[in-house]
Antibody, heavy 124, light 113 residues
Framework: QVQLVESGGGVVQPGRSLRLSCAAS????????MQWVRQAPGKGLEWLTV????????YYAGSVKGRFTISRDNSKNTLYLQMNSLRAEDTAVYYC?????????????????WGKGTTVTVSS | DIVMTQSPDSLAVSLGERATINCKSS????????????LAWYQQKPGQPPKLLIY???TRESGVPDRFSGSGSGTDFTLTISSLQAEDVAVYYC?????????FGPGTKVDIK
């Protein structure tokens, strides 16, 4: 079945870095755009970033632009989120999600499959 | 960036009654090229990831009960639960995917009265 499993979360000090991974299975990962969304404790959903199927096009939310980098390894069916210069306000559950746009396109649509999330806590 | 707002922040509805959630975008999310509204609705239950309910403003995702419906166009949208069930207790979010950043609304919490 279609599945996304995030990993790499944990407790990290402010200013440090962390890399999240999202392992995909059950669909043709290399043909799909992928996204990251986060949710701070007790707060709503915040869209972070999207990457095209081939990794050539990326968009970011202003709150993470210049600090976070999305990437993918289609040979490993894995999506990544490199997070640098972490701040307390980055504390959240981070979800990866599959974009529902047609395969091998540079269109970005709604998210039809979500992982269960991984928790990042930024604290000294 | 497109700002999404939702109303009300929360609502409590009796079982079997109708629940209506409104979503407004700061600019139109209707793409003239394909005449589609780039607007989705998600449901999130406590401790769970979001679940897609509605896309293109009014298309129900496979497996979603038909008591859920979406309507609206341009900048004003509505999610309706025609007959609230206990399992519908959740927070509901709208999201625009018209242009990046693909912003979410703040969410509407639905409870049983």
């Amino acid at each position: 079945q279609v599945q996304l499993v995030e990993s790499g979360g944990g407790v990290v000090q402010p200013g440090r870095s962390l890399r999240l991974s999202c392992a995909a299975s059950g669909f043709t990962f290399s043909g799909c755009g992928m996204q990251w969304v986060r949710q701070a404790p007790g707060k709503g959903l915040e869209w972070l970033t999207v990457i095209s199927y081939d990794g050539s096009v990326k968009y970011y939310a202003g709150s993470v632009k210049g600090r976070f980098t999305i990437s993918r390894d289609n040979s490993k069916n894995t999506l990544y989120l490199q997070m640098n210069s972490l701040r307390a306000e980055d504390t959240a559950v981070y979800y990866c999600a599959k974009d529902a746009a047609p395969s091998n396109s540079y269109h970005y649509y709604y998210m039809d499959v979500w992982g269960k999330g991984t928790t990042v806590t930024v604290s000294s | 960036d497109i700002v999404m707002t939702q109303s009300p922040d929360s609502l409590a509805v009796s079982l079997g009654e109708r629940a209506t959630i409104n979503c407004k975008s700061s600019q139109s999310v209707l793409y003239s090229y394909d005449n589609k509204n780039y607007l989705a609705w998600y449901q999130q239950k406590p401790g769970q990831p979001p679940k897609l309910l509605i896309y293109w403003a009014s298309t129900r995702e496979s497996g979603v009960p038909d008591r859920f419906s979406g309507s609206g166009s341009g900048t004003d949208f509505t999610l309706t639960i025609s007959s609230l069930q206990a399992e519908d207790v959740a927070v509901y979010y709208c999201q625009q995917y018209y242009i990046a950043p693909f912003t979410f609304g703040p969410g509407t919490k639905v409870d049983i009265k």
